[in-house]
């Protein structure tokens, strides 16, 4: 299986600053047959179901604000949020799609500083 | 409106069943992919179990293989989780999740909450 471990395990980010979330995989989610990293970025608001961000790495979902951008190929990612809003405060998971099981990160969890 | 609706959640005995559903409205259903995520309480999201989009092909997580079964009818745009012999660790919120053109998780269910206690 492949693991997914994120760091920190909580964040706190004055309003307007920039927050970054990291996320490691035990091996590479590079498909060879599309060259596209196979990991996603969820939000999940106190209450709510997961809200997807970020898909193969770097593509934004269509209605996510440009503040929410994912980086990284390989083994590496990032999932960075400029200019922090008050809505932004949220556990975010990294997730491998690339091969099953597919598995998430344990979360990071983003509040106001 | 695109949603997807779980019911079927509830309390059970440890070694009984329940039948999980979820319906999906407002897309092509028999077009998607689907998964099953779950989510215990105050933890993270663990994948559960996914089906492809005409039923043909389904895989399981370790800790569900030989006891859960997942299944669709497209016909009546509806997804289902059937649980047996379930265990106290099985109590989570239940989710169903669509696979989008991506291929991640684009569009998810609120979950229904499934209790396994005494």
């Known amino acids: 299986d492949i693991v997914m471990t994120q760091s920190p395990d909580s964040l706190a980010v004055s309003l307007g600053e920039r927050a970054t979330i990291n996320c490691k995989s035990s091996?590479?989610?590079?498909?060879?047959?599309?060259?596209?990293?196979?990991l996603a970025w969820y939000q999940q608001k106190p209450g709510q179901s997961p809200k997807l961000l970020i898909y193969w790495s770097s593509t934004r979902e269509s209605g996510v604000p440009d503040r929410f951008s994912g980086s990284g190929s390989g083994t590496d990612f990032t999932l960075t949020i400029t200019s922090l809003q008050a809505e932004d405060v949220a556990v975010y998971y990294c997730?491998?799609?690339?091969?099953?099981?597919?598995?998430f990160g344990q979360g990071t969890r983003l509040e106001i500083k | 409106e695109v949603q997807l609706v779980e019911s079927g959640g509830g309390l059970v005995q440890p070694g009984g069943s329940l039948r999980l559903s979820c319906a999906a409205s407002g897309f092509t259903f028999s077009s998607h992919w689907m998964h099953w995520v779950r989510q215990a309480p105050g933890k993270g999201l663990v994948w559960v179990s996914r089906i492809t989009s005409d039923g043909s092909s389904t895989i399981y997580a370790d800790s569900v293989k030989g006891r859960f079964t997942i299944s669709r009818d497209n016909a009546k745009n509806t997804l289902h989780l059937q649980m047996n012999s379930l265990r106290a660790e099985d109590t989570a919120l239940y989710y169903c999740a669509r696979v989008g053109s991506g291929s991640s998780n684009d569009l998810w269910g609120r979950g229904t909450l499934v209790t396994v206690s005494s």
């Open positions: 997730q491998q799609y690339h091969s099953a099981p597919i598995t």
């Open positions: 091996q590479s989610v590079l498909s060879g047959s599309n060259n596209k990293n196979s």
